[in-house]
């Protein structure tokens, strides 16, 4: 009897596979449900915050979701999270995709799949603008701050500079003033903001010419899913070639912006980018 019960759970292997694996298309549900459950930050702006008016979310994130789902012909169902629960609500499927300014690292990158990135977010050097011509070289061995425990802290140690951190962005930056650094790293935004802040005081400060890191930008999705990941791909170089990125981009960080960033980068396999990937 144990013998046939055994035949018989192995004649239906196969079918229970089956059964799980089409459980698992994650793409096939979407599809299915003809809606896109988008993961997107609940209040960080310029990405996704609540619109002081209408108090619903609006960002460059909330535009690519929308964007995104139009171009799979799906309905969009934003979904706000925090910075510490992106990576969850994915692994947990309780949203499709996660739109959320989301780097490429090899800690994420073990636990969720990228799309193709559609832009390189830098790790940016700023110090007193006298030394903002010197190489990477000249760094190398010198004290630079940043704030503890984010991307910035690794890129100064794999520029082989040592790091000296706090918890905060604006401690970093003050290390930087009071020459208790020679520089200061934290990505393009942050950077030219700062550097609008000091001029304002009457100080000079400018980035570098070279990134002391740099940070594919994608969209996440759950792993296992290469249907969806397809689909998000084609989805994205569709957008680029028809210039909606572009648009989604000058609108919220771009150069008429308080940001004044200037998107250089098409969407590409990531395979094609040469970076060395952060922690």
């Not at 035949?7 to 089956?18: D, G, I, Q, R, Y």
């Amino acid at each position: 009897m144990k013998l046939k019960n055994l035949s018989l759970v192995l004649l239906l292997s196969p079918l229970a596979l089956t059964i799980l694996a089409a459980k698992a298309d994650m793409m096939s549900d979407i599809q299915a449900r003809g809606q896109l459950n988008c993961g997107v930050y609940s209040d960080v702006p310029p990405f996704s915050s609540p619109d002081p008016q209408t108090r619903q979310l609006a960002g460059m994130d909330v535009d690519l979701c929308t964007a995104l789902a139009k171009q799979m012909g799906l309905k969009l169902n934003l979904m706000p999270t925090s910075v510490e629960a992106r990576i969850p609500v994915l692994t947990t499927g309780r949203v499709d995709v996660l739109i959320a300014n989301l780097a490429y690292t090899k800690t994420r990158a073990s636990q969720i799949q990228f799309s193709d990135p559609y832009y390189v977010a830098q790790e940016n050097l700023v110090v007193k603008a006298p030394n903002a011509a010197e190489p990477k070289s000249f760094f190398k061995g010198k004290r630079i701050s940043a704030t503890k425990g984010t991307t910035s802290e690794q890129s100064i140690y794999l520029a082989g500079a040592k790091a000296i951190t706090f918890q905060d962005t604006a401690s970093a930056y003050l290390a930087l003033q009071q020459n208790k650094s020679v520089g200061f790293v934290t990505n393009t935004m942050t950077a030219i903001k700062m550097i609008e802040l000091a001029k304002n005081g009457g100080v000079d400060l400018a980035m570098t010419s070279f990134p002391m890191a740099l940070e594919p930008i994608g969209i996440g999705m759950k792993q296992g899913e290469p249907a969806l990941l397809a689909k998000v791909n084609a989805s994205l170089k569709t957008m680029d070639d028809e210039g909606t990125i572009d648009k989604i981009w000058d609108k919220w960080i771009g150069p008429n912006t308080a940001y004044k960033m200037v998107r250089q980068d098409k969407v590409q396999p990531l395979s094609a980018l040469k970076f060395e990937p952060l922690q």
